[in-house]
């Protein structure tokens, strides 16, 4: 077995099957890149258009692009830098942060039943093996 093939192979139905989640809570169905251009915005507090670029190793087109789509939906405010007049800070709108809130915890909910669903020694590899995942992260992101 190849532990990078099987791995890969599981990530896609994994993410897929918690996404999935968010029906439950009858949550609109967002990308995964607004998903992440929220999270960050809600961790980070604002960001020009180019530190979320920067922090989501993006494209400021491709931020551009989002940012409108999203400010449209009113998930993102934009709101004009008191230094300069030219430059925008971003936020993720109460609407959305509420959003967040209630997906994180609907999907938590899931997986925590799923867990519970598992045999101890299934749960118990999965919590060990979250320090190297975390890691495994670090080092694609590297890449």
Request: proline share 7%; net charge negative.
């Amino acid at each position: 077995m190849d532990t990078a093939t099987e791995f890969g192979r599981l990530i896609g139905p994994l993410r897929r099957a918690i996404l999935r989640t968010r029906r439950v809570a009858d949550l609109p169905d967002l990308p995964e890149a607004q998903i992440e251009l929220l999270r960050a915005l809600a961790e980070a507090g604002p960001l020009s258009p180019r530190q979320a670029a920067d922090r989501l190793r993006l494209a400021p087109s491709t931020i551009s692009n989002l940012v409108r789509t999203m400010t449209a939906a009113g998930l993102v405010e934009r709101e004009p830098s008191v230094t300069d007049l030219r430059a925008v800070h971003l936020t993720a709108s109460p609407t959305a942060l509420e959003m967040l809130d209630t997906y994180d915890r609907t999907s938590t909910a899931a997986l925590h039943s799923a867990l519970a669903n598992l045999n101890p020694n299934s749960r118990e590899a999965i919590e060990r093996a979250l320090p190297a995942l975390a890691e495994l992260l670090i080092a694609l992101e590297d890449d």
